[in-house]
């Protein structure tokens, strides 16, 4: 079940300041919080990460499903979102970047670190969102 493997992700990046195993070892990952679109409860969840200028960088791949993954939905409900990168906590706002150039830079900066997300691309019909994260000033 994803929501326990995420749950271990968590556990383990929480516990080693920010460092995890498995298919995320030596990469870039975060801890996003969302508040959820219709709970309004806070939603976490990890994800990897590329830097772009001053900005953070993640992908609503949902490892190519059919449908966006619920913490999108729920970013694109209310942008203000909290990271968690290595032993820091910081406020952001989300912004959607969903066609165009930018979108398609953003998107092959991520493959070029992450192989795994090329594949992802095929799986879909849909285009694969990405968000930028801006820290709050």
Partial sequence: ???DWNQNIIAEFRANAGKVGGPFEGKDL???TTTGAKSGLPRTNPAAYIRD???LVIIASKAGAPDNPDWYHNLRANPKVTL???T???E????PITGGPERDRLYAAMVEVMPGFAE???KT???IPVVALEPSA
Avoid: K, P, Q
């Fill in 125 to 127: 019909d849909r285009v």
């Fill in 1 to 3: 079940m994803a929501n």
């Fill in 92 to 95: 952001a706002t989300a912004t």
């Fill in 30 to 32: 975060l801890l996003l």
């Fill in 120 to 122: 992802y691309e095929t």
């Fill in 84 to 86: 968690e990168i290595g």
């Fill in 88 to 90: 820091e906590t910081i």
């Fill in 53 to 55: 200028g001053d900005r």
